[in-house]
């Protein structure tokens, strides 16, 4: 008789176990989901994602694959090299720069944007010359990774896109 109410006692506490475990689990895997929904949340407020995606649903620059990119060299007039001058003691010094825009071909205004991007030639010209005076023709070399992170935010607020993924100085000629 002993060794069956042990039984049954030993049987009660393991469905006992059993239930407690079983809350348990769904306990915290409802609060780990709950956690995950906070995480997500944060991310996109702070603009970070594990996939690489923006707070708008448009991919973040340093995600995009080189596939999805479109490069169009900006031209002034019938030329690709952008010509900023100095005077300095009388005188007259250059920069010729060669500028590449990086374009994604996978946002959601791209096509709208690459066509105004594309007419919009003289205004993005002029974004690089008021960026490349903001420093001496000595000092333009120097600061190629400052000029093309500012030219790429200044060219993402004035055609207001995320479609341009990237600005790229290729060759910087002082004279």
Known sequence: MKKSMLNVITLALVLINLILTVILTFSLVSTNNRTNNLIKKVGQIIDLDSAGMAANGSQTGTSVNIDDIEYI???????????????????????????????????????????????????????????????????????????????????????????????????????
């Open 73 to 175: 060299e900006v031209t002034s007039g019938d030329s690709s090299n952008i010509t900023v001058s100095y005077t300095d003691s009388g005188k007259t010094h250059y920069v010729v720069l060669k500028v590449t825009l990086g374009l994604n071909k996978k946002a959601k205004d791209y096509s709208a944007k690459s066509t105004s991007i594309n007419n919009g030639m003289k205004l993005i010209v002029s974004q690089i010359t008021t960026e490349a005076l903001k420093y001496s023709y000595n000092d333009v070399t120097k600061n190629k990774t400052v000029i093309e992170s500012n030219l790429l935010t200044a060219l993402q607020d004035q055609f207001e896109t995320e479609a341009i993924c990237s600005v790229t100085l290729s060759e910087i000629l002082v004279q």
